[in-house]
């Protein structure tokens, strides 16, 4: 007889890939809904859901290279091969909009990728999101205020020009504070070639990695074959494996912290060079002789990757963008999030994909500053004031219900804050009891970036508070500006 688990796991393969076949017939806006379920928006989502839905973030199904090649042909005016010395056929990504290939550049040799527009893409969009308002505003009313500023926003994605123009503001803004650079620095941004970029095909330098959720997924089937386990040990189930990994170092139910990661990295470094010393010893005196087998070096590679440092990192990094520049992504989700140089031992978060980016003014940022302290210092007082001075309003203004909001919004969702309730369901009890007027527009894409970062946190193994994570940058801009 099947475990009540078993029976959902069922349920949830069979709808999930029925979902998932709906969308990729549907196109458009619908890949979006999908690419939120495979982002575990809210935690709200199943793994098996998750799993099923990771295809949209950038294995949609692809226009032929007939098309695409017209396309560039018809925004430069002139052969492709005048522009590019090669030019991939085959996209190595492809997401809702658009698809993206390998090319070098004529001019120089450069290596870069170049994004191109699907066609017809935009008004499908449009009348996509049109079609979903107009339920949300007779079923679920809640959902209204984000969706117009979600819509205003995906808006500025059938832009390309707009979108290289972004990405370049972004990238300067963060290789000014020095978290985007090389190898050294948090992270790796793209830097576009302004002048080949058109409304429809956007070309930048190519970063090399893998999606940061697969290389943490390696890693982990790597350190649990080291120690003799592996995935089908455990039938296939990711989230078993991941528990008796954390037990194997008695790690915490939330997985290791950046400090117990460093800790083991150094163990097992210092493992690999005593194996690496013993190799090279044996090597250039038993090895030598005819008919030996030399030993293998380990290299780094072999090593753990930190994964709560890049989930620290990827939190310190968009904060940076909301709270100091007030530039930011609007849409990290996992299939814009790179893991760069994992075979040299040295990982590095790289950032792609600006066609959302959202700018607030230093007087919101303020707001949103001192909104974040509150949170942080679990302060009802003070979250309910800086929602008020950010232009919250509910029929009946009740604390209680703005305070809860402002912590799933911006901060945290556990099971407890939920009180056990799936998130939108307890979205909605909330709307209910005290119906909101107006949302601050301003900062819903700042709860989109919060929430998609708690997602991939949680998908890991690393769950966070937005707000705790973002304290020390909130309380030094104030204190730059006086308040503190």
Known sequence: MQSPDEVWDELHEETSKAGLDKIMELQGFYVKSGQMAAANIGNAFPKIWQDTMSVLQDECPSEPFEV???????????????????????????????????????????????????PGVENTFRG????????????????????????????????????????????????????????????????PHLDLCTKRILVMDELNGNKLVTELKNDMNRQMERMNHSLEKFGGDEEEMQKSFTKEFALGENGPTSDQYETLIKLLDAKRRAVNAYAALYNYSVGLLPGTKRKEYQGKSS??????????????????????????NGDPHPGNILLLGVEEGKPQLGLIDYGQVKTISKEERLVFCRLILALADDDKDGVVKALKEA???????????????????????????????????????????????????????????????????????????????????????LREEGEL
């Open 391 to 477: 232009g919250y309003k509910s029929q009946k203004m009740d604390e209680d219900i703005m305070y809860t909001y402002a912590r799933v919004a911006y901060d945290e969702d556990n099971e407890t804050l939920t009180q056990g309730k799936h998130i939108q369901l307890f979205m909605e009890e909330l709307h209910d009891s005290d119906p909101v007027e107006h949302l601050p527009q301003q900062y819903i894409l700042a709860s989109r970036v919060s929430i998609l970062l708690r997602g991939l946190g949680h998908a890991v193994h690393q769950s966070r508070s937005v707000a705790k994570a973002w304290r020390p940058i909130a309380e030094k801009v």
């Open 303 to 328: 090593l753990p990757i930190n994964h709560a440092k890049l989930i620290d990192d990827l939190l310190h990094i968009h904060g940076h963008q909301v709270l100091v520049d007030g530039v930011f």
């Open 128 to 191: 996509d999101v049109r079609t979903i308002k107009m339920f949300c505003e007779v079923a679920q009313p809640v959902h209204v205020a984000p969706l117009i500023e979600i819509e205003k926003q995906f808006m500025t994605e059938f832009d390309y020009v707009l979108e290289s123009q972004q990405l370049d503001k972004v990238r300067k803004n963060m290789m000014a504070a020095e978290i985007a650079g090389d190898a050294s620095k948090l992270c790796a941004i793209p830097k």
């Open 68 to 118: 695409v090649k017209s396309i560039v042909e018809s925004e430069y005016g002139c052969d492709l091969h005048d522009v590019f010395e090669t030019f991939e056929e085959t996209p190595i990504g492809a997401a809702s909009i658009g698809q993206v290939h390998r090319a070098t550049l004529k001019r120089d040799g450069s290596k870069v990728v170049v994004k191109v527009m699907y």
